[in-house]
């Protein structure tokens, strides 16, 4: 955890700040936007403050808020959150190879704050999970510098959008700044034909399959998306992919 | 909906993002993961994110746009066409939200696309 000395010293941590770095205005942009549309959904400052310190999950507190907001029951609004969150189920399969190592409460506290940009930098950092306690302390140090100061920077950003919500203009767009960092990401992962083919798949049957309730298109096309993968992998175009 | 109410449910809610973000390594008991599915989850990470934004660049109101003149398509273009420009060096990154930004912008706010 980003508190842990053994990690905040550890040059690692320092490396994951600096990765993160590079897409913050994308996460400003992003938080400051999740702020702005909890209040104007009709949430008050103080429950749309409560949700951003502690759902941390721009994508489940905006599918929430219009349920909250109408009352709708609590294991209804439970139930959507979780859905809208699965893939962090698929990214939790991954994360556990690399993980298992720490105690519980470690696990779960870096796990809490680890949202998509975190964990897509982290693998892309460390393919392999360390197997000696010196690979362990860097990844999680690592772990922990990128996901603490991508949190900070949501946190902030997101409280200065609930408490102005009135005085910020959403119809200028900025919330495309989100969508851009992803793009960015999103190219540095794209190294290898099948990774090309994971995204075109991915892109193409989220589109297919938006209409979907709870988000839940963004599962369908990552299942697609691998299953065509894991296809394709035995076919001589995968080159490079195969070990 | 009481108000007592309301902030249970949000600290509900916390306790999903815990769950989720965690769920496979909540407990340390093995679990029989077959070999193609941990193969599999290299192509998850470009998936995620591709399912995430594509839809956010070529869909308006819960359909496919049909029109090009779409500030969207040319600002995410544009960023990504940056990127390969600068084979992913430095702050390429960052140079994506910028680049992508400065194409957006004037097109969604000057020509309102």
Redesign the interface.
């Known amino acids: 955890m980003f508190f842990d000395p053994a990690n905040y010293k550890h040059p690692a941590f320092k490396e994951g700040m600096r990765d993160i770095s ?5 996460i400003w942009a992003w938080g400051l936007m999740t702020g702005v549309a909890m209040v104007q959904s009709g949430l008050s400052v103080e ?1 749309a403050t ?2 951003t310190l ?4 721009g ?3 905006l599918a ?1 808020t219009p349920m ?1 907001a109408a ?1 709708a029951p ?1 294991w209804v ?2 139930a959507t ?2 859905c809208v ?13 690399y ?2 190592a720490w105690p ?1 409460w470690q ?2 506290c870096v ?2 704050i ?3 940009m975190s ?2 930098m982290f ?2 950092r460390f ?1 392999q999970p360390a197997d000696d306690a010196a690979g362990q302390r860097a990844e999680m140090a690592y772990l922990s510098g990128n996901s603490f100061l991508n949190w900070i920077g949501w946190q902030i950003s997101s409280l200065v959008g609930v408490f102005m919500a009135s005085q910020i203009p959403i119809h ?2 900025l919330g ?2 989100g ?12 190294d290898t034909r ?2 090309r083919v ?10 297919a399959a ?2 979907l309730p709870l988000k839940l ?2 599962v369908v ?2 299942a697609a ?3 065509m ?2 296809l394709l ?1 035995r076919s001589p175009l995968a080159g490079e992919e195969r070990r | 909906m009481a108000d007592v109410w309301i902030y249970l449910t949000v600290a509900a809610l916390g306790a999903v993002t815990v769950i989720t973000r965690c769920f496979f390594f909540i407990f340390e008991r093995e679990l029989p993961f077959p070999a193609w599915a941990d193969r599999g989850l290299r192509y998850a990470p470009i998936a995620a994110l591709s399912a995430v934004i594509i839809p956010e660049i070529v869909m308006r109101h819960g359909a496919l746009i049909t029109d090009w003149r779409d500030g969207r398509i040319f600002g995410a273009a544009a960023g990504a066409a940056f990127y390969f420009w600068r084979r992913g060096q430095g702050q390429a990154v960052l140079g994506t939200i910028v680049v992508g930004m400065a194409v957006y912008l004037p097109l969604h706010m000057g020509l309102g696309w």
């Open positions: 590079s897409v913050a205005p994308g429950v409560a949700m502690l759902v941390y999950a994508s489940s507190q929430v909250l009352g609590f609004v439970l959150a979780f969150n699965l893939r962090f189920v698929v990214f939790s399969m991954h994360l556990r190879h993980l298992l519980r696990r779960l796990g809490y680890t949202a998509d964990y897509v693998t892309r393919p200028w767009g495309f700044a969508v851009l960092a992803l793009v960015g990401v999103m190219c540095s992962l794209s099948l990774r994971s995204a075109g798949v991915a892109g193409a049957a989220a589109v938006f209409a298109n963004i096309a990552i998306a691998v299953a993968c894991l992998e």
